[in-house]
């Protein structure tokens, strides 16, 4: 029976969630499978991949195909560079506790490289963030300067305004103070 290694769709629509499963090639894509070996999710960056290693490598060694982005997935893990080690052990390279030390060691630094990228990843978004942010102060600050004109420049209108009006009451108040009197002599001169 030739088996390949594959993606069996799940989730909803347009959020597609995946399990690594072991089946026959002439098996539909969601049809009957041979063994679930794990589970991949796109959605999430980055990619999560939870995987059974040692029945992936099971699979590898007895001639299980995978798919192009099982491959990437399994070589990601390390699952085809423990196969490479373990090749190099049946050929008598090296015995098994040196391909782990080598093994343990690619894998460490595999997840070192993921940190850093994920590190500057989280960092640039920091920079945008404070970025836009800076730029969205600076708009701030201008637009509550320009607020502060526009109000001293109606305040000074409105001043002004009161100002006229209050000199142009001035002389009115004056000519009817000095009116008063003339019109209070008459009075008096014709109450004698």
Known sequence: M???????????????????VIA???????????????????????????????RALYWLEVGAQPT??????????GVYMMKHLKGGVKKGAFDEEACQQKFDAWKTSKEQKLTEVHQAAVKSREDLAAKALEQEKSKSEAMAKKLAEKKAAEAAAKAEAEAAAKAAEEPVAEESATEEPASAEPEASSAE
């Not at 594959?6 to 959020?15: A, C, D, E, P, S």
């Not at 098996?27 to 999710?41: L, V």
């Open 24 to 54: 026959d090639v002439r098996a539909p894509r969601d049809g009957k499978i041979t063994e679930k070996i794990g589970t991949y999710n796109p959605n999430t960056n980055p990619a999560t991949v939870d995987l059974n290693f040692d």
């Open 68 to 77: 192009d982005t099982v491959r990437n997935i399994l070589k990601r893990e």
């Open 2 to 20: 030739a088996t390949k290694i594959r993606l069996q769709r799940g989730g909803r629509k347009n959020y597609a969630f995946y399990s690594i």
